[in-house]
């Protein structure tokens, strides 16, 4: 298992973000999630807050063609200095998850990491979801916020992570087919779905070998 680059998709209260980490010290690697946020700042020279506050939030005027152009060119280009700061963001984001992978094994939270790295051989793309209830039940309690609240700040995360993804990538965020594994918490529970990560991940690598 130890070549699997692991990305995972999550709707807010899911238990996504915790799942990443306990599959990552299971298998011994690493789990970037908002440290992703930190190697863009840091490849880019780019402030960290600027990366915080445009974390996974969409655009409405974004130029595709225009930073995929961007990004063969790099940081020191006159195009990416003349582009608006959320592009900017995403084009940094994009390079450092594709750096990060280069490295070795490791588990992305988000980010769109999986459409950055769809053409990665090792990549095992992951999209964990529960019934809206149960999220709401999960991030009350962890908040201490009452049920409508938290129904209000999942319905909010959700969106704007959809809109991020849809916009940016070529697939659907949720759909199963943008997705190698679509996992339910609410059935599984935290530890059953890290458990069935680590079987597909196995059953995955054991047809590779057989290829």
Known sequence: MAKAIITIGRQYGSGGREIGQRLAEKLGIKCYDSE???R???DSGMCQEIFENHDERPTNSFLYSLVMDTYSMGYSSSAFADMPINHKVFLAQFNAIKEI???GPCVMVGRCADYALEDNPNL???FVHAPLENRIRRIATKYDLTDSKAKDSILK???KRASYYNYYSNKKWGDAASYQLCIDSSVCGIDGSVEA?????ALKE???KKK
């Open 124 to 126: 095992l793309s992951v």
């Open 40 to 42: 863009a700042a840091k």
């Open 157 to 159: 995360t959700d969106k």
């Open 101 to 103: 992978a280069k490295e």
């Open 36 to 38: 992703l946020l930190d």
């Open 206 to 208: 054991a047809a590779a």
């Open 197 to 201: 990560i680590l079987n597909f991940v």
